[in-house]
């Protein structure tokens, strides 16, 4: 299902890595800072930021819940508009779909818009692989594109990179000059896509919403990608999760105040394109076609589970791994795929089954920053616990592995010992006095088997007594 | 190979099992209708374009409108542009007055590759705007005939010449205004609030990323 393997078990040698690096350390710092500011100033200028955000959280829920007749309402809506609507289960079937379409058209030329949900199919490398020269034009997905990486933060794939090593790969990749001159590397980015914009018979894109009410997409922007994608190509294509789908212009309108507050503190974006329909007779410019894929992709397994399901309320803003205090120290490419931060311990490991994702949801404070940011009202603390105790229990519906037999064996002895008073006092006193032999010294590290739990945090020291001794010994001393 | 039709239905069908159906009709809440000071709505617009990059200018009338146009092309150095079939430009007669003014006003073209060398290659373009929505400074251009999406978009750099009563208070309002006629909305809406912008290098702003380096809005009174 997925093209580009994922490296989400690598977590701990990922993270490793990526807590050596001082100079994105200080980014990450400064980053959350800025953003965080950005983001309470833009709020605190709403008549009323909080009641804004709750409403946003339920258009979100509301979205959600009816979300399959909402889907029939947009698909006709948007067919009467002109679009045609397809509906792909998995990123093989919309790759597909998407390289025939090209090839049907005799397209060799492609210019892209940032989507996450592209990334998470792999389409860009599937189309250049299909001899399908393609761009990503937003310039965070640009130079991710030329770097060969993944994108680091979900609103600024690039942000990590310094402006010296732009400068580097631009020189080695596009025979750019090199300079320390951040408006230079950007013009020379420009004059690198404008060609493109002007040529390509293609033009893909994400949607952040499609509204139920009126069959329209919409995009938000602001550096004019997205806008050259969608008006010069003949052709334009929109890949859609099924989670994009709002009931109205009115809710999209008041989601799009939230997203864009959430994204980068802004009261808008410089651009939003609401799309309905190709061009119609007469027009000049914008494509003759539009192609909206509605893409499935393990979302609607997602949504069979009552625990899960809210993490389809998200609206990608990215907000929660700027406020969460794992991702602003180990950064976007320790998620090891397409989604970072808290939305990613939850989206990776339920997109590509929690077996291929054993770390991310395990590594996080469950501090519920995240939660109390979230426009779209997405529970991720509790979405999280949930995956631990799926994965724990190796749920099969989210392909956890099977739990290691040693753990269950474990988890039954304890349980057995837990399960009778006078076990547990005998167990407990043994188990005491095995630490306290062993912890002569200073800091005990837990013998193999259980050395697991002792590899970030030191085995304490057990107290002199126990507490049910204490209990006995007070409770003796209160009698008196 | 896929089958479209198919997999709409396996999707949906699985949906449905655990779906609730919407319990309100799928319409737009409409914002009440508030009376509004036209100089009231264009400082806040003037402020919030201004804050985010673009240039706003109040004009009196026709003649003011082409003194301020003529003033920004000189300050430009633009010596071509693109302009759309608004009925603002065509009664300010827009495209014969910058002819004069040794302006070469590129010949709109019906072929959308030709269309297309015009926008790419003038110096600025030349639109008026359906709406403009004070609270956050925003032009609103419904494309179409008479617009053409690349006329706003290509040229490095934007004059939009709105009449003030354009104006509205903001978004909401903006979707009550459109609401009776939403089936009819435009193949493409454009919010624009200001030039072009990137932070993706060294989180620092730049603008003129890809779009216009430069946004100009002339309101006429």
Known sequence: MVVIEPETNNFRELVRENLANEQQRKLLGDFSLILKALRDFSFG??????????????????????????????????????????WARDAREANAFIISLAKEKGADLCVKGKSMVSEEIGLREELIKNGIDTYETDLGEFIVQLAGKRPFHIVGPAINMSVDEVSCLFN????????????????????????????????????????????????????????????????????????????????????????????????????????????????????????????????????????????????????????????????????????????????????????????????????????????????????????????????????????????????????????????????????????????????????????????????????????????????????? | MMHSATNRSIILNRLKRFAVRPDAPIESKIAKNRVHDLDALYSSFSQALTANGGTVIQVNKKDGALESLENIMKELDADTAVISEDSVLKTLGLKEHLNTRGINVLKGE????????????????????????????????????????????????????????????DIDTLVAEIGPSRRDLPSAMTLITGPSLTADIALQAIYGVHGPKKLYVIFIE
């Open chain 1, 172 to 480: 080695q990749v596009l025979g750019f000059d090199k300079t320390q001159n951040p408006v230079d590397l950007t013009m020379a980015a420009r004059i690198f896509l404008r060609d493109k914009f002007e040529g390509a018979q293609i033009g893909i894109t994400g949607a952040n919403m499609a509204v139920a009410e009126t069959g329209s997409i919409i995009l938000v922007e602001n550096e004019g990608n997205i806008r050259f994608s969608t008006s010069a190509p003949e052709t334009h294509i929109a890949v859609v999760g099924i989670e994009k789908v709002v009931p109205t212009l009115s809710d999209a309108t008041h989601m799009l105040k939230l997203l864009t507050r959430s994204c980068t503190g802004q009261r808008i974006s410089e651009y939003v394109s609401v799309i309905t329909g190709p061009r119609k007779a007469g027009e000049v410019d914008g494509p003759e076609e539009l192609y909206i894929v509605i893409l499935d992709n393990g979302r609607s397994r997602i949504y069979a589970d009552e625990a899960m399901k809210s993490a389809l309320q998200c609206i990608k803003c990215g907000l929660c791994a700027a406020v969460c205090p794992v991702y602003t120290h180990v950064g976007g490419y320790a998620y090891g795929w397409v989604y970072s931060g808290p939305i990613g311990a939850v989206l990776n490991p339920l997109l590509l089954g929690l077996g291929k994702a054993k770390h991310l949801y395990q590594a996080t404070t469950l501090c519920g920053a995240c939660k109390d940011y979230c426009p779209g009202g997405v529970d991720i603390p509790n979405i999280l616990l949930s995956l631990r105790e799926r994965a724990m229990a190796g749920d099969r519906s989210l392909a956890a592995d099977r739990p290691p037999v040693r753990q269950k064996i474990f988890y039954c002895l304890w349980t057995w010992v837990l399960m009778d008073r006078l076990r547990y006092k005998i167990v407990s006193k043994l188990f005491r006095m095995v630490l306290r032999i062993a912890g002569v010294g200073k800091l005990p590290i837990l013998p193999a088997g259980l050395s697991g739990w002792t590899q970030c945090r030191n085995m304490p020291q057990p107290a002199k007594k126990s507490f049910h001794d204490l209990y006995a010994e007070t409770s003796k001393w209160m009698a008196l």
């Open chain 2, 110 to 169: 019906k072929n959308p590759t030709a269309h297309k060398g015009t926008c790419f290659s003038a110096d600025v373009g030349i639109t008026g705007a359906d709406y403009a929505l004070a609270d956050t400074g925003t032009i609103v251009i419904f494309h179409g005939k008479n617009n053409a999406r690349l006329l706003s978009l290509a040229p490095p750099a934007h004059i939009a010449i709105v009449e003030k009563g354009k104006l509205l208070p």
């Open chain 1, 45 to 86: 200028e709403m008549a009323d930021g909080h009641a804004a955000l709750q409403g946003g959280q339920k258009i979100r829920e509301y979205a959600v819940n009816s979300l399959p007749y909402l889907l029939e309402t947009f698909e006709e809506n948007a067919t009467k508009a002109g679009a045609k609507v397809i």
